[in-house]
Every structure is written in structure tokens, then in C-alpha cells.
């Protein structure tokens, strides 16, 4: 069993918490699924330039791409990878080629079976079952999945292992200081992750007090107790949104593909964005305060719940 975090105030900045707790040769996982993507944590394990990584993730999308492009990523352990409704991640394309000169080591899964392995790892389970890659040939090129025979049917069942990532990084809506972190919108897997990871860093848009957090209770994906580090970070998922705060920015989606294929301006990119910025408020201020203005989010808000007893 994992000990509980318990210091009360755990707030730190980017900076500090990706020194502390990500470290060369880890397995990271920066989860996220269409919204709450933290690129922000990603530029900073670039600009630190910590290596010899294991990334790990559902959909590694552009802030994967980009850790493979600045030469971090040895291993990529995924089960689809693209530039959302636009095209391919070239840096995974130039490192994933037959005669790449630092070819990328690739564990592929189906969805569930990337979705499965967060669940053994956060039930505490060796392995998962599922019946998801029948008819596919993707056990075969994977000698991770195994199978297993049902001791009730006899019917036999593919296996993943346990998924146990050295760090998580979740990025949400709302934390407080010990790290009680909250999700709305559309769902990951940053509750499993979580509980699977040996350590969390927990990225939020906006840090509350914990009543608020209390008050609500049912949105609380992540407790405090799995929590290392909890960093304040405002658009830290730009172009990616984070519901309710900011949108997607389509048009960097559409424009990265140009930018992606030549390595010239894909150096151009992270010299300028990336190693060109000390932190995300340089960030932002290069984007733009027009570009800001237009991606925020306008107010929808929902009905409260009375939790009273």
C-alpha cells in the first residue's frame, strides 16, 4: 500500500515540483483525454531536460511529440498517437521509422487495454482480463498481453499487466492545498492513474479553499492523500482547454502540422515557446493576450446539489 500524503500545504511551483519528483529513466504519465492535457508540465521536463523517459498515455498527442522531438523519450507505451482531427505526430513518425538513426522502443495496447492496466494498478491487482483484443493483432506484436483461462467458464481471457507509473501528472480544474483535487466535463482516467502512480503532481487551474471542495464532494476525482505536489498553474493546457476555463485552440492544431514536419521549424518551435520562456506566464505572454481573450471559456453554470443531512 502506498503511505498517504498527509502535509497539509502542499503547493509549489512547476518548476519545483517537476525537479523534485520527475527524474531520468522515469515512466511518466501525463494524463488527459481531449481536455486537462498539462502542457505546461511537459514544457518544463523539457526545459530541464530530463531523459532516458518511459511516456506513458492513452492518446499521446503534440506534448508527447514534443518530449520525443527534444530527444527525452526512449520508450512510448500508448494505444493511438495523432494530432487530433488533423494528422500524424511527426517527431513520432521520424523516431518509429525502420531506419531512424535513435529509433523509438514502441508497447502498443488497445484503448481498454491501456484503460485496464490503470485499473489493476489502482485496485492493486497483478493483471486485468478482457476479451478487447480478439480479432486484432495487436497481442501479437505486444508479449506483455498474455492470457489467462476463467476458472468459472474456461473460457480464455487476454491479460495486461498492472500499470505502475513513477509519476502522474493530472491536471484539473479546481484543487486545494493538500491536493483534494476536482474534474468536470469529460472524463479520463485521472482517477486511476492517480491511484496506480508512485507519485502525483497534481496541476490546477484554480486552487480553493477546502470547504469548496467539500461542499462538493462528488467531483473529487483525486484525494489528498495521493498527492506529492500541487502547483497552481492557469492555462496550463493551452491549445488543449480545460472545460469550463478556456477552449480548444483548433487553430495551433492545424498549424502544427506544418510546423511538426520540417525538424527546422519544429526546433524553431521549442527554442521560441519552450526553452525561449522561464515558466508558463512567459508563455502566455507570447501567445497573446487577443488569442487569451478568445479561447476563454463563457459562463455555463450548473444547478447546485444540496448534500444536506
Not at 489493476?120 to 495487436?138: D, M, Q, R, V, Y
Not at 501528472?169 to 493538500?178: C, F, L, M, P, S
Not at 507519485?199 to 462528488?218: G, K, L, Y
Not at 492555462?235 to 480548444?248: K, L, T, V
Request: glycine letters at 8%; a neutral charge; charged letters at 25%.
Amino acid at each position: 500500500m502506498r503511505k498517504p500524503k498527509l502535509t497539509a500545504n502542499k503547493i509549489v511551483s512547476m518548476k519545483e515540483a517537476v525537479r523534485e519528483l520527475v527524474k531520468p529513466g522515469n515512466d511518466i504519465y501525463i494524463e488527459g483525454f481531449t481536455h486537462l492535457i498539462c502542457f505546461a508540465a511537459g514544457h518544463e521536463i523539457i526545459r530541464q531536460g530530463i531523459g532516458n523517459l518511459t511516456a506513458t498515455r492513452l492518446t499521446p498527442d503534440l506534448v508527447y511529440d514534443q518530449l520525443i522531438e527534444a530527444g527525452l523519450v526512449k520508450k512510448l507505451v500508448f494505444s493511438w498517437a495523432g494530432n487530433p482531427g488533423v494528422g500524424s505526430l511527426h517527431a513520432l513518425r521520424r523516431r518509429s521509422q525502420k531506419d531512424s538513426a535513435n529509433k523509438l522502443e514502441m508497447e502498443e495496447y488497445s484503448h481498454f487495454g491501456m484503460v485496464s492496466r490503470t485499473l489493476a494498478g489502482s485496485a492493486g491487482l497483478p493483471f486485468w482480463p478482457l476479451k478487447n483484443f480478439e480479432g486484432t493483432h495487436i497481442a501479437e506484436s505486444n508479449p506483455k498481453i498474455k492470457s489467462v483461462t476463467c476458472p468459472y467458464t474456461g473460457e480464455t481471457y487476454a491479460t495486461v499487466p498492472a500499470l505502475h507509473p513513477d509519476v502522474a501528472i493530472i491536471h484539473v480544474q479546481r484543487a486545494d492545498k493538500e491536493g483534494n483535487a476536482q474534474v468536470w466535463g469529460l472524463m479520463g482516467t485521472q482517477k486511476e492513474v492517480a491511484f496506480s502512480a508512485k507519485r502525483v503532481i497534481v496541476v490546477a487551474e484554480e486552487i480553493v479553499d477546502t470547504q469548496v471542495i467539500r461542499r462538493d464532494p462528488n467531483r473529487t476525482l483525486v484525494p489528498g492523500i495521493l498527492v506529492d505536489a500541487v502547483v497552481h498553474e492557469p492555462w496550463g493546457c493551452h491549445p488543449s482547454y480545460a472545460q469550463g476555463f478556456y477552449d480548444r485552440d483548433n487553430d495551433f492544431y492545424i498549424k502544427w502540422e506544418d510546423i511538426s514536419r520540417d525538424p527546422k521549424t519544429y526546433a524553431d518551435y521549442l527554442a521560441e515557446f519552450v526553452h525561449g520562456v522561464k515558466d508558463r506566464k512567459e508563455y502566455l505572454t507570447k501567445v497573446g493576450s487577443g488569442l487569451l481573450d478568445r479561447l476563454k471559456a463563457k459562463p455555463r453554470k450548473c444547478e447546485g446539489v444540496d448534500y444536506g443531512y
